[in-house]
């Protein structure tokens, strides 16, 4: 059944076929968000980010790739965020997802995309070609009054909209740059725009932070917020849980180290919601040269990759770190040298301890003596996105 298809570009003619899977795989589309929906869906068909698998004539399986950055050590590296995959019931567990995986990670390359991210329906098939865990997206509630009660009056806020886009990501930047930050996406300033713009959608702006809110089943929620100093952070706190009137209680997107947990005197709501995501290496040498690494770390160690679905990866590689930098070489050297598959480079990129990956057979070889030197170089906070795409 599998020999006939074929993958393909998504077209606009392909469109329906795309509708009435995703329907047997997410639920019915609403009349009232498929005009939207095929706008968007027509960006990603314009640049070439839209593919399928067709069977004939037939579309049967289709995703999206999403043109991102992603901090990695407070550096940006290029990633493609895989999205919307969906495959026809009736070609379920007969290769068409791997087939339109394999295709997936071709195309990224094809566009530059070093790294790869997704959020998993299902681990099983994207470990298969080489996805490993690489953070989460937390969410943790607080009750609101707490938050009302943290003072920071002396710090001018205002309202922040559209054009306030540009100065978002400028806050963004410095806050990422200096905490060597792991995960979150880079969004293109439109998509800024467009989030501030939207009414449902609540921003305050100060000199050195902001925060966007909003409301959620009779809750607030807080898509992000980014304080350069405390006084900020407790005025922005204290503006969403100035709702807490109508609201009892405060969600919030945010890292678990963020200070909020630091601040408000009761910890948060032990039912936290965690949503993971996987992370795969496109191009080795770039994902390597594109991260940040921790400052003062020095490494020089060859590593020995294998990746059954990306071939360039494959091979003996001389890792260097110094000065926050990395790169990643050939090598012509011949000792033992630490032996990865794809999924545990990814996690090691991610921040994964050696010794994890080694108890679980994703690494092995090498001396074990350089292990710490290793772990050090790609330590950083906990990796983590604000976002679901």
């Known amino acids: 059944m599998t020999d006939a298809l074929r993958f393909v570009d998504i077209a606009k003619e392909h469109l329906d076929d795309v509708i009435r899977v995703r329907s047997r795989s997410f639920g019915p589309l609403a009349a009232a968000n498929r005009e939207e929906w095929i706008k968007d869906a027509q960006e990603f068909i314009d640049d070439g980010r ?3 698998v067709a069977a004939g004539d037939e579309v049967v399986a289709a995703a999206r790739i999403w043109a991102f950055e992603q901090w990695w050590g407070g550096r940006k590296v290029p990633m493609a965020g895989i999205a919307s995959v969906v495959v026809s019931p009736e070609y379920r567990g007969r290769g068409v997802g791997s087939k339109l995986m394999r295709g997936v990670l071709a195309r990224s390359i094809e566009k530059g995309l070093p790294i790869t991210a997704l959020y998993p329906a299902t681990t099983v098939i994207y470990r298969h070609l080489g996805y490993e865990f690489g953070g989460g997206r937390y969410r943790f509630t607080f009750p609101a009054a707490d938050l009302r009660s943290l003072g920071g009056k002396d710090v001018s806020i205002r309202r922040a909209g559209a054009a306030d886009a540009g ?9 990422n740059s200096a905490a060597l930050v792991n995960g979150p ?19 305050y702006l100060a000199d050195d932070g902001f925060v966007v809110y909003n409301w959620d089943d009779g809750d607030l929620c807080v898509d992000e917020i980014i304080a350069g100093s405390e006084a900020t952070a407790r005025a922005l706190w204290a503006t969403v849980g100035s709702g807490s009137s109508i609201a009892t209680n405060v969600k919030a997107y945010v890292v678990p180290n963020d200070p909020v947990h630091l601040l408000v005197d009761r910890e948060a709501d032990k039912q936290a919601q965690i949503q993971r995501w996987m992370l795969r290496m496109l191009d080795a040498p770039a994902a390597i040269s594109g991260r940040g690494f921790t ?9 020995e990759l294998e990746d059954a679905e990306v071939a360039g990866n494959n091979g003996r590689w001389h890792l260097s770190v110094a000065k926050g930098s990395g790169a990643l070489t050939a090598s012509t050297g011949s000792g033992d040298a630490l ?17 994890s ?23 950083g906070g906990t990796s983590y996105m604000l976002d679901f795409f």
């Open 50 to 52: 839209y593919v399928g």
């Open 167 to 175: 100065r978002l990501l400028e806050l963004v930047a410095q806050s």
């Open 185 to 203: 996406l880079v969004w293109a300033e439109s998509k800024v725009a467009e989030w501030l713009g939207d009414e449902d959608n609540f921003g």
């Open 295 to 303: 400052p003062g770390a020095s490494l020089e160690v060859d590593l």
């Open 339 to 355: 032996r990865l598959g794809a999924r545990g480079l990814a996690a090691l990129y991610a921040g994964t301890p050696l010794a």
């Open 357 to 379: 990956l080694r108890k679980a057979g994703l690494a092995s070889g090498g001396s074990t003596g350089a292990d710490g030197a290793i772990d050090s170089a790609f330590a």
